[in-house]
Nanobody
Framework: QVQLVESGGGLVQPGGSLRLSCAASGFTFSSVAMRWYRQAPGKERALVAAITKTDITNYADSVKGRFTISRDNAQNTVHLQMNSLKPEDTAVYYC?????????WGQGTQVTVSS
């Protein structure tokens, strides 16, 4: 079955960096696009970044120039490098994939940006 397991979240000061990882299994990783979403308290879940199977990337305006999504098809892993973090980046970050018309989510990893 499809599984997505996020890691790398934590507490970081404003201006700091974190690297999130999502380990995927149960499907042909190299054949699908992968996405990162986030959900802040009291807000709807929103798309942060996406990467296609051909490494084309897309970002939310709020993170352009600060976040970088990448994938390692040999390790079935997608990463989100987050630099210059701001308090408004505080959220639970989720890995997402569509496989055969079904959407899957990881359990999420908490990112807190605070001094």
């Amino acid at each position: 079955q499809v599984q997505l397991v996020e890691s790398g979240g934590g507490l970081v000061q404003p201006g700091g960096s974190l690297r999130l990882s999502c380990a995927a299994s149960g499907f042909t990783f190299s054949s699908v696009a992968m996405r990162w979403y986030r959900q802040a308290p009291g807000k709807e879940r929103a798309l942060v970044a996406a990467i296609t199977k051909t490494d084309i990337t897309n970002y939310a305006d709020s993170v352009k120039g600060r976040f970088t999504i990448s994938r390692d098809n040999a390790q079935n892993t997608v990463h989100l490098q987050m630099n210059s973090l701001k308090p408004e980046d505080t959220a639970v970050y989720y890995c997402n994939v569509w496989v055969l018309w079904t959407e899957y989510w990881g359990q999420g990893t908490q990112v807190t940006v605070s001094s």
